[in-house]
């Protein structure tokens, strides 16, 4: 929200403090300030001067030598660039040194050869309007030599981020509170239109009629006739710009600085335009509203609407509707001062994507009780700037709610949890106070406090305490270590199992990527083709943008863009990581959720070196060598799955009867549209499957102390036979002495002259060894005889 301190100013005196001494107030104070703007000048060396003459610059065609009158009594000579002005013209002038926004300090010098001193300036380059093109013209009656921020006000702009429970935050008057008691300054005079102060009647049926109480239970309206509609007053217009609003017109320049002046919300209606009394109701469903912003909305049946006797008026609480908007040519109008609940309010600005500054202040909910206080200032204003007459009585339907009550202070639990010794209950006391408590009654163990109605967020005992906690400042309130010692639990052990994986992949050079839970369909259907991830996709129903669509239901497509924008910025070689959580959509349309780590893998073995040897590309089997070296991953066996256009070499990865997951080769026509220059390859593994292999903490063993033996074998076996079940044998073989077997070598012949085609031979290195004792011959020659004989019996092969 946008805060402007001159503003602030009409309610309290500031003038004691910085910006940024009220900037460390604010953010000490729970209140973050975003961002600090300064408008206008605080230099006074920036005067109205009077160009008298002017002629072209000798050396530059675009460049003008004028003679300005700066009040002095001796004519200035200025070089310009600007071509709007003519002799007579009366424009800002910044002497030597002046510093202007940005830093930017005037000096004495020459433009191609002339003396220039000082500079005729636009009101951009004094940070006070815009860009009209050239010098900002000034009102031919401003006497010369006077300051120019005499004549335009300099002002402050605090950017605040308010947090959603601090609605009485979203007003001027409502932060200058917070101010008076942070600081102890009181706020000036008694404001009458924080009261209500006009008569009040029950409204007539025909008038206004609430038929949906839940959603509207207070709603106010009150007629003025014989307004004249047209451009607000100069300060009027001036609150307005100072925090970014677009003046309209009188009327509604006044309800919007009603809203920003104290945050009541209100719509004027063009009263000739309407067509019966007001009705509160429920839209039909389908029903349909042309709002103010020239957008139309089709509406559903959980939407609050207003309504006359024909038609929408408005989306309550969100935008008016623009057939009975107020125009030039309204004369008499009907205004609204209504209490709209926050969660219907949200639930329809939010699916119809429609977000007002009205909407954004009924969704965190306004003081019901300044509901006719802010009408009557409206009322105030109207007569005076626009005039006419108003009835003499508010019609009123429905009540207030009552949303605040009296809240007890448990005094000793305060001083307990604070711990603060020289905080006394008086102290205490005279914060609450300040912050608009009203203290009903007190003992030495507990006092009870009236809650204003404009602070919705006070309802328990340790509220109040934050309260005070708050003024005093939270840097008062010491530290203490109250923590015990708790036993790991599943959470803790899933966390450290994948930072096991982040470090053991960061280790063999990899970089871990942090892509978006959100993906678009393109991106899904462009990138995914494997059986995991035809799950399907949740898709949003109300999302942000097209490029933000669905929920992921693998982290490979965010792994390839991240991969595409690494290659555009000049990597070759790629090596990504991601753990994240997926989302699948079930056939039931429930959404699963799942742990996932991702990989990829591109570009050369190794890095280039000064040597200037080119290494090979990686290829798949270096990026299964990296599942293997993960924690909890031996004995791994792949799987061939149905290429899909998608991938190659697409293989599910199992341990046993576990699923690991997949992995594949991206199709290099997919490859060529990240800009890939060398084969990508991807893996994606479920968490849950890694922890059940798990085994903790790695383990070490001593180096052997006697040395092994090796043995060769080869043999024949049918083409079909996959290398995962010879592997497999030799890891599941109860032999003592066998700690190692290695596939060294595979021969084909598909002519069949050697071997016939649907055979295969295969040679293997065993490795053993004893750790008590150095092996003999024949203890190596029986275990290797035992081993090739289970070997016949369990695999269809014939030794050579």
């Not at 990026?623 to 070296?629: F, H, I, W």
Request: one cysteine or more; a negative charge; charged letters at 25%.
């Amino acid at each position: 929200m946008q805060v402007s301190l001159n503003w602030l100013q009409t309610h309290i005196d500031l003038s004691s403090y910085t910006t940024p001494q009220l900037s460390d107030l604010l953010t000490f104070a729970g209140i973050e300030v975003e961002g600090i703007e300064v408008k206008g000048l605080a230099t006074d060396k920036v005067i109205v001067a009077q160009i008298q003459s002017f002629e072209q610059h000798p050396n530059a065609d675009k460049l003008s030598v004028c003679q300005v009158d700066d009040g002095s009594g001796t004519l200035r000579q200025i070089v310009c660039g600007a071509k709007n002005f003519k002799t007579g013209d009366k424009v800002p002038l910044a002497l030597p040194g002046a510093a202007l926004p940005g830093g930017f300090e005037i000096k004495e010098g020459k433009l191609r050869g002339i003396d220039s001193n000082g500079m005729m300036c636009s009101g951009k380059e004094l940070g006070i309007g815009e860009d009209t093109g050239g010098l900002w013209i000034l009102d031919a009656d401003l006497p010369i030599g006077k300051p120019i921020n005499q004549i335009v006000e300099s002002d402050t702009l605090l950017d605040l981020e308010i947090t959603p429970n601090r609605s009485d935050l979203l007003s001027h008057l409502g932060l200058a509170r917070e101010l008076a008691a942070l600081t102890g300054l009181p706020l000036k005079g008694v404001r009458d239109h924080v009261k209500a102060s006009s008569t009040t009647r029950t409204a007539k049926a025909d008038e206004v009629t609430l038929a949906a109480t839940d959603g509207c239970p207070y709603y106010t309206a009150r007629v003025i006739k014989g307004v004249k509609v047209g451009p607000s007053p100069a300060w009027l217009k001036s609150r307005l710009e100072s925090i970014g609003l677009r003046p309209i017109n009188n009327i509604v320049d006044i309800t919007n600085y009603v809203m920003m002046e104290m945050g009541q919300s209100l719509h004027a209606f063009d009263l000739d335009k309407l067509s019966g009394g007001i009705v509160v109701r429920r839209a039909n469903e389908g029903e349909k509203i042309l709002a103010l912003d020239g957008q139309e909305y089709a509406l559903l049946a959980e939407d609050l609407i207003i309504v006359d006797h024909q038609r929408p008026l408005a989306i309550a609480g969100v935008m008016g509707g623009e057939e009975t908007g107020v125009i030039e040519g309204t004369t008499n109008i009907l205004l609204e001062s209504a209490y709209f609940t926050p969660s219907g309010v949200r639930r329809t600005s939010r699916r119809l994507s429609l977000h007002s500054d009205s909407s954004y202040r009924f969704e965190r909910g306004m003081d019901p009780k300044q509901v006719q206080g802010g009408s009557d200032l409206a009322i105030k204003l109207i007569l005076e700037i626009a005039g006419g007459v108003a009835e003499p009585e508010l019609r009123v339907a429905g009540e207030a709610p009552a949303l605040v009550s009296t809240v007890e202070l448990d005094e000793v639990r305060t001083h307990r949890l604070l711990g603060i010794p020289t905080l006394t209950t008086g102290d205490a006391h005279d914060i609450l106070e300040k912050l608009g408590l009203i203290k009903q009654s007190a003992n030495a163990e507990k006092s009870l406090w009236t809650i204003p109605s404009y602070r919705l967020d006070l309802h328990r005992s340790v509220d109040l305490v934050e309260e005070v906690a708050r003024v005093i400042g939270l840097d008062r309130v010491p530290s203490k270590f109250n923590a015990t010692f708790a036993s790991g639990d599943a959470t803790d052990r899933h966390y450290d199992h994948a930072m096991q994986l982040r470090q053991a992949l960061v280790n063999r050079g990899y970089n871990e990527a942090q892509t978006l839970r959100l993906i678009s369909t393109p991106q899904i259907e462009d990138a995914l083709g494997n059986p995991l991830a035809q799950a399907g996709a949740a898709m949003l129903k109300n999302p942000l943008s097209e490029d933000l669509t669905a929920l992921r239901p693998s982290l490979i497509p965010g792994l390839l863009a991240s991969a595409a924008l690494n290659i555009r910025q000049g990597a070759s070689r790629l090596r990504l990581f991601e753990v994240g959580r997926v989302f699948l959509k079930m056939p039931n349309g429930m959404v699963r959720e799942e742990e996932r780590l991702a990989i990829l893998l591109s570009g050369p073995v190794s890095p280039s070196s000064w040597h200037g040897r080119v290494t090979a590309a990686a290829d798949v089997f270096d990026l299964r060598g990296v599942v293997e070296s993960l924690p909890g991953v031996s004995a791994l066996e792949t799987k061939a799955l149905k290429d899909n256009g998608t991938f190659l070499m697409h293989s599910e990865l199992k341990i046993g009867n576990r699923v690991l997951g997949w992995i594949a080769q991206v199709h290099p026509a997919r490859a060529r549209q990240i800009d890939a220059r060398q084969p990508v390859y991807v893996v994606e593994l479920l968490l849950s499957a890694l922890r059940q292999g798990s085994t903790g903490p790695a383990k070490f063993t001593d180096l052997p102390r006697f040395p092994g033996m090796t043995r060769d074998v080869a043999f024949e076996l049918p083409a079909d036979v996959s290398h995962s079940k010879v592997s497999a044998f030799f890891a599941s073989i109860k032999e003592p002495l066998l700690i190692k077997s290695e596939l060294f070598d595979v021969f084909t012949d598909p002519t069949g002259t050697k071997l016939p085609v649907d055979r295969k031979s295969t040679a293997w290195t065993l490795t053993y060894r004893n750790s008590e004792k150095t092996l003999e011959t024949a203890e190596v020659e029986a275990a290797h005889a035992r081993i090739l004989a289970a070997l016949q019996k369990a695999l269809p092969v014939t030794i050579r």
